[in-house]
């Protein structure tokens, strides 16, 4: 069991960084990919950003790339998201998770474990 906890969100000014965090319980977490979705309310969820076991390999949705960053640190069982340049169309609830297939992480299908979400809210 995997159990994922988000951090680092809230309300930023248009142009402004953020950084999110997500630490993981668990002594396997680099045997899993980890990923960032984003929710706005009404609207389903989508991929962010996904990086695997080893930090090795990145992935990005087209709208980010260029503007956040997604790294992890597997000695302290953390993976996070720089969010630079944000725009007020990057406002939603950000979720962490977690897959041993990195494949799935970029899909949204069949994810092994999801965080509860951390609120980013974007001025203009």
């Known amino acids: 069991q995997v159990q994922l906890v988000e951090s680092g969100g809230g309300l930023v000014q248009a142009g402004g960084s953020l950084r999110l965090s997500c630490a993981a319980s668990?002594?396997?977490?680099?045997?899993?990919?980890m990923g960032w979705f984003r929710q706005v309310p009404g609207k389903e969820r989508v991929f962010v950003a996904a990086?695997?076991?080893?930090?090795?390999?990145?992935s990005y949705e087209d709208s980010v790339k260029g503007r956040f960053t997604i790294s992890r640190a597997n000695a302290k069982n953390t993976v996070y998201l720089q969010m630079n340049s944000v725009k007020p169309e990057d406002t939603a609830i950000y979720y962490c998770?977690?897959?041993?297939?990195?494949?799935?992480?970029?899909?949204?299908?069949?994810?092994?474990?999801w965080g509860k979400g951390t609120l980013v809210t974007v001025s203009s």
């Open positions: 998770a977690a897959d041993r297939v990195l494949i799935e992480l970029k899909t949204g299908n069949n994810i092994d474990y």
């Open positions: 990086i695997s076991g080893s930090g090795s390999i990145t």
């Open positions: 668990g002594r396997t977490f680099s045997s899993y990919a």
